[in-house]
């Protein structure tokens, strides 16, 4: 094989590996899956939130399927001193995946 040849390999396996997870916006399958035991209620990760995330201001969430298969909540939250924080949960698990706080 060529180098050019490798390199668009290399380049399309970048590419699939950066494929983002597929936001679920559809009311009646949350709530399908919800009803199903697949998630847990949006209302319960957010009452879960870490001690110092609590009372945060709460600008977005997010239920995402993950190419394995393995919906999470994605919250955004705003903190006093106006940090941006994302948290990520495992939505069947309540399981906290990641944090990431960004100014």
């Known amino acids: 094989m060529n180098r050019g040849g490798a390199l668009a390999i290399v380049v399309f396996l970048l590419t699939l590996a950066?494929?983002?997870a597929?936001?679920?916006s559809d009311p009646d399958e949350i709530k399908r899956l919800r009803d199903a035991g697949e998630i847990l209620p949006l209302q319960l990760i957010i009452d879960k939130?870490?001690?110092p995330h609590q009372g945060e201001r709460l600008l977005e969430a997010?239920?995402?399927?993950l190419e394995?298969?393995?919906?999470?909540?994605?919250?955004?939250t705003l903190s006093n001193n106006g940090t941006v924080w994302e948290l990520q949960y495992d939505a069947h698990t309540a399981e906290i995946l990641k944090i990431n706080g960004e100014y």
Not at 68 to 76: F, T
């Open 18 to 20: 950066c494929v983002p």
């Open 62 to 65: 997010e239920l995402e399927l």
């Open 49 to 51: 939130l870490p001690a």
């Open 22 to 24: 597929r936001a679920q």
């Open 68 to 76: 394995d298969g393995r919906y999470v909540y994605e919250l955004k």
